[in-house]
């Protein structure tokens, strides 16, 4: 039983050893050999971009110099940009320091200040004191250099970097907006080189926010309000408690769908260059059938049968209308936050469940029809479950 017990201890310590020695390498920045005319006596890879910054720092002057380098560029159609942060956490505020090629094939890096997600990167001073900034391309890699002064011993800074295309016309684009873009910053700890990242800020919170709230109310709670109406009303013993089910679960959906929808327009409005213009489209026109399926379906109800008929194919086309692309935004949006595989798995198999259920009640619905129109003991208001309602 002892030598059991020390066997297994022997092989634990051994999977712990080999796992640290892995992520210990794979973490592992070399900063003696980087750059052979600028030595630097710390380095870290930063958790996403796949980006390395290097560094120099005197706690008692405040002098700071760094090496802020991105792999993977193409020169002439992409921006990188690395600061810090002086007040706040993430872009807002950020003294940044920035590099990319003009159209004459030229290189450039220089300062500039953040007060907007609105930001083209324009060169300004910075808050705190440069004194030199450049900037080199080489390996598929652009690498900007900075000597700056911080105050005498501060020890953590709060720090940004990123990258993003180009215009022609030499200004920056809008960077991707995608999870690793939105989670490019953190903190930096100049003396132990302790790098820790940031969660997404309030971007990413408004982003998860408006996908829950959209994807349960186009997505989820309208469909399920649509299977009330047509085939709840089909038995006798459910009238009039479809009805109200159904204006509950259409109205809840909708007052969801509108929290959510008014967070997408201020998503927009931060992001003036949101590319996402399917999606957004898609949903604006969502909106207004939901908002017009509210009035016309639950305020304008005619009782003239003739008013009655066009009134229910109105009824019919818009309500399966906002459900179909509601559905579509809900698949276009995952695709956006790219949450993981698994929330788009989830999502299928509620809608893959909400099939079974359909299929489920129209067979009982049609052998509940056939049964009583047999026996001609059944008359239903409207229409059956195969026409609008």
Same mark, same amino acid.
């Given at each position: 039983?002892?030598? =059991?017990?020390?066997?297994?201890?022997?092989?634990?310590?051994?999977?712990?050893?080999?796992?640290?020695?892995i992520?210990?390498?794979k973490?592992?920045c070399?900063?003696?050999?980087?750059?052979?005319?600028?030595?630097?006596?710390?380095?870290?890879?930063?958790?996403v971009?796949n980006?390395?910054?290097y560094?120099?720092?005197? +706690?008692?002057?405040?002098?700071?110099? $760094?090496?802020?380098?991105?792999?993977?560029?193409?020169?002439?159609?992409?921006?990188?940009?690395?600061? $810090?942060?002086?007040?706040?956490?993430?872009?807002?505020?950020?003294?940044?320091?920035?590099?990319?090629?003009?159209?004459?094939?030229?290189?450039?890096?220089?300062t *500039?200040p953040?007060?907007?997600y609105?930001?083209?990167?324009?060169?300004?001073a910075?808050s705190?004191?440069? /004194?030199?900034?450049?900037?080199?391309?080489?390996n598929? *890699?652009?690498?900007?250099?900075?000597t700056?002064?911080?105050?005498?011993?501060?020890?953590?800074?709060?720090?940004?970097?990123?990258?993003?295309?180009m215009?022609?016309?030499?200004?920056?684009? +809008?960077?991707?907006?995608l999870?690793?873009?939105l989670?490019?910053?953190?903190?930096?700890?100049?003396?132990? @080189?302790?790098?820790?990242?940031?969660?997404?800020?309030?971007?990413?919170?408004?982003?998860?926010?408006? @996908?829950?709230?959209c994807?349960i109310?186009?997505?989820?709670?309208?469909?399920?309000?649509?299977?009330?109406?047509?085939?709840l009303?089909?038995?006798?013993?459910?009238?009039?408690i479809?009805?109200?089910?159904?204006?509950?679960?259409?109205?809840? &959906? /909708?007052?969801i769908g509108?929290v959510?929808?008014?967070?997408?327009?201020?998503?927009?409005?931060?992001? *003036?260059?949101?590319?996402?213009?399917?999606?957004?489209?898609?949903?604006?026109t969502?909106?207004?059938?939901?908002? +017009?399926?509210?009035?016309? @379906?639950?305020? =304008?109800?005619?009782?003239?049968?003739?008013?009655?008929? $066009?009134?229910?194919?109105?009824?019919?086309?818009?309500?399966?209308?906002?459900i179909?692309?509601?559905i579509?935004?809900?698949? +276009?949006?995952?695709?956006?936050?790219?949450?993981g595989?698994?929330?788009?798995?989830? /999502?299928?198999? =509620?809608?893959?469940?909400?099939?079974?259920?359909?299929?489920?009640?129209?067979t009982? *619905?049609?052998?509940?029809?056939?049964?009583?129109?047999?026996?001609?003991s /059944?008359?239903?208001? &409207?229409a059956?479950?195969?026409?609008?309602?």
């Amino acid at each position: 039983m002892v030598r =059991i017990f020390f066997n297994k201890l022997l092989l634990l310590f051994l999977m712990v050893f080999f796992s640290n020695a892995i992520f210990l390498c794979k973490a592992q920045c070399s900063f003696n050999s980087e750059f052979p005319r600028k030595n630097f006596t710390a380095c870290s890879n930063l958790p996403v971009l796949n980006s390395t910054l290097y560094w120099n720092y005197n +706690i008692s002057s405040g002098m700071v110099e $760094i090496a802020f380098r991105q792999p993977g560029i193409d020169i002439f159609s992409t921006w990188i940009s690395w600061g $810090i942060n002086p007040t706040s956490i993430g872009m807002i505020d950020a003294q940044v320091f920035v590099a990319h090629t003009r159209n004459d094939g030229n290189l450039i890096a220089y300062t *500039s200040p953040i007060s907007s997600y609105r930001t083209s990167l324009k060169e300004g001073a910075l808050s705190f004191l440069v /004194y030199d900034v450049s900037a080199m391309y080489e390996n598929n *890699s652009i690498t900007i250099f900075a000597t700056f002064q911080l105050p005498r011993e501060t020890i953590m800074v709060d720090h940004v970097w990123q990258k993003g295309p180009m215009y022609r016309n030499n200004v920056p684009k +809008i960077h991707s907006l995608l999870r690793h873009e939105l989670r490019s910053y953190g903190t930096l700890n100049f003396l132990s @080189g302790n790098v820790k990242q940031g969660r997404g800020g309030k971007l990413i919170v408004l982003k998860s926010f408006h @996908g829950i709230m959209c994807s349960i109310s186009w997505g989820i709670m309208l469909p399920v309000g649509v299977l009330i109406a047509r085939y709840l009303k089909v038995f006798k013993t459910t009238d009039p408690i479809w009805f109200k089910l159904h204006v509950a679960c259409q109205s809840s &959906g /909708y007052i969801i769908g509108l929290v959510g929808w008014a967070t997408g327009l201020n998503l927009g409005a931060q992001l *003036s260059g949101l590319r996402y213009k399917t999606h957004g489209c898609i949903g604006i026109t969502l909106f207004c059938l939901a908002t +017009i399926q509210v009035i016309v @379906g639950h305020s =304008i109800r005619p009782k003239e049968r003739k008013y009655r008929i $066009i009134w229910s194919i109105f009824h019919f086309f818009v309500g399966y209308g906002t459900i179909t692309l509601g559905i579509v935004n809900v698949f +276009i949006g995952i695709q956006i936050l790219e949450p993981g595989q698994r929330w788009k798995a989830t /999502y299928i198999g =509620i809608l893959v469940l909400l099939g079974c259920v359909t299929v489920l009640l129209e067979t009982l *619905s049609t052998f509940y029809l056939y049964y009583h129109e047999k026996n001609d003991s /059944y008359t239903m208001d &409207g229409a059956t479950p195969f026409k609008p309602y």
